[in-house]
């Protein structure tokens, strides 16, 4: 899970998380939303891939990024563990 929170550090990369949720895009789509240079958005794009947050598929010359939603989800579980009471939770159920 350490992982996945360092990944989430960076504005950069919250904000590919948040280009990716409305579906796949190439490695060059992605980078050509932010001022950096390509390696540094190879090394953004590593971060989130070794976090398991977004998942890399070679299309001939073009790499294509998609959301792992399921890390996603987890990690927002385990953190709103953390900070309190979930989405969805009863009073009830914070009783227990």
């Known amino acids: ?5 360092k990944a989430l550090a960076h504005p950069v990369r919250r904000d590919v998380l948040r280009a990716l949720r409305d579906g796949p895009q190439s490695a060059g789509e992605l980078a050509g939303r932010y001022p950096v240079s390509k ?5 953004h794009f590593a971060s989130l891939k070794a ?27 385990w ?11 009863s009073p009830e159920q914070e009783e227990e």
Not at 1 to 5: E, G, I, L
């Open 1 to 5: 899970m350490s992982d996945v929170f």
């Open 39 to 43: 390696p540094t958005m190879s090394g």
């Open 51 to 77: 976090a398991g947050l977004i998942i890399a598929e070679r299309h001939g010359t073009t790499i294509v990024y998609r959301l792992n939603a399921s890390v996603a989800d987890e990690a927002l579980g």
């Open 79 to 89: 953190l709103m563990d953390l900070v309190g009471k979930r989405q969805g939770d």
